[in-house]
């Protein structure tokens, strides 16, 4: 069965880091672009990151630009988003989702994500930020 696993999620401090994994199994992430996005309750749903498997190119939100870092890993067909000094606002459930790689270039700047684009999307990791 083809799907997207997240998982890394998990109650920190402010100030704390986690490591967020999306892997894919029974399929290739080759040829598509991986978008990280988040839902927190009350609020719009944010996308935060998005990187192209092919050369690992990246965007990043702004919001977060200066915290977060995503990044590949080819052996494991996973996806990984690395979050430091996390801060109360960071607290939401984190999903990945693969996206069309020409979809990859509009993911710099505001990007209002839909998930009729994606044909994989994963459940969604919980992240809370709490003291």
């Known amino acids: 069965q083809a799907q997207l696993v997240e998982s890394g999620g998990g109650l920190v401090q402010p100030g704390g880091s986690l490591r967020l994994s999306c892997a894919a199994s029974g399929f290739s992430l080759e040829g598509y672009a991986i978008g990280w996005i988040r839902q927190a309750p009350g609020k719009e749903r944010e996308a935060v990151s998005c990187?192209?498997?092919?050369?690992?190119?990246?965007y990043v939100a702004n919001s977060v630009k200066d915290r977060f870092t995503v990044s590949r890993d080819k052996a494991r067909n996973t996806v990984n988003l690395q979050m430091n000094n996390l801060k109360s606002e960071d607290t939401a459930v984190y999903f990945c989702?693969?996206?069309?790689?020409?979809?990859?270039?509009?993911?710099?700047?505001?990007?209002?994500?839909?998930?009729?684009?994606?044909?994989?999307r994963g459940q969604g990791t919980q992240v809370t930020i709490s003291a």
């Open positions: 990187i192209r498997w092919s050369d690992e190119s990246a």
């Open positions: 989702a693969t996206v069309p790689n020409w979809d990859w270039q509009y993911w710099d700047g505001p990007y209002e994500y839909s998930e009729g684009i994606s044909e994989y």
